[in-house]
């Protein structure tokens, strides 16, 4: 019975460690590319608020076509939001902002933002991007 439960229980810790690094927490280089920089204005259309990252997304109107496609933003975590300034309530659905960052590698519509810019009130604020500084690059 007990020789049972050494095996249980070392099955256990074999699943866990094969399963630990499909739940890792990814690099920025593995999933942006810092030579991609965007900017784009658009009306926030939702904001998720969680750790690993806050990501928020925007409308963004095509100038030549008029055509809105939808984008998402990745942000710092949120204690790090909050240490540049940030509230949950400091961008809401509906607000206008303006976003400076990295687009995705795989040319979907993702960005790692870099700055977000509060139209209504021209504040600009940090994200606490896992970029890093890119003067430093």
Do not use: C
Request: proline share 4%; no cysteine.
């Amino acid at each position: 019975m007990k020789r049972n439960l050494i095996a249980l229980a070392a099955m256990a810790v074999a699943l866990l460690a094969v399963g630990v690094p499909v739940f890792a927490h990814h690099s920025f280089s593995a999933e942006f590319d810092s030579k991609q920089q965007v900017e784009l204005q658009g009306f926030v259309t939702k904001v998720e608020w969680t750790n690993p990252h806050v990501w928020f997304y925007i409308n963004v109107k095509d100038p030549e076509t008029g055509r809105m496609t939808n984008w998402g933003f990745e942000m710092g975590p949120p204690h790090g939001l909050q240490a540049q300034g940030w509230q949950r309530e400091t961008m809401k659905l509906g607000d206008e902002v303006r976003v400076n960052g990295s687009r995705a590698k795989n040319g979907s519509n993702k960005v790692n933002a870099r700055n977000v810019i509060l139209v209504k009130t021209g504040k600009k604020m940090g994200t606490a991007s896992s970029e890093g500084d890119p003067n430093q690059q």
